[in-house]
């Protein structure tokens, strides 16, 4: 069974900056790839962005040049770093590891962009 541990959501003004951490309790190179998926109200749970084993990572375009997904290996934590925040960014972020068995997920953490 794998556990991921979500962090750092919150409430945070437009234009500004939070940074997402996720914690898995097994090595990631366990895993295919580790992400971020997000779902607002009313919608669809959505890829915000992804990294492989391989360090390749692919981006929502709405997360394009605002937000960056990292991991640090020694820690089995994959970040989301995002900057310039919208009011249409608030949601609830997963976190999502895949491997052989399937996907994974977090308990999610919510963000709201609210001034």
């Known amino acids: 069974q794998v556990q991921l541990v979500e962090s750092g959501g919150g409430l945070v003004r437009p234009g500004g900056s939070l940074r997402l951490s996720c914690a898995a309790s097994?090595?990631?190179?366990?895993?295919?790839?580790m992400g971020w998926y997000r779902q607002a109200p009313g919608k669809e749970r959505e890829l915000v962005a992804d990294?492989?084993?391989?360090?390749?990572?692919d981006y929502a375009d709405s997360a394009k040049d605002r937000f960056t997904i990292s991991r640090d290996n020694a820690k089995n934590t994959v970040y989301l770093q995002r900057n310039s925040l919208k009011p249409e960014d608030t949601a609830v972020y997963y976190c999502?590891?895949?491997?052989?068995?399937?996907?994974?997920w977090g308990q999610g953490t919510q963000v709201t962009v609210s001034s």
């Open positions: 990294i492989t084993t391989g360090g390749r990572t």
């Open positions: 097994r090595t990631m190179f366990s895993f295919n790839a």
């Open positions: 999502n590891a895949k491997d052989h068995w399937g996907n994974h």
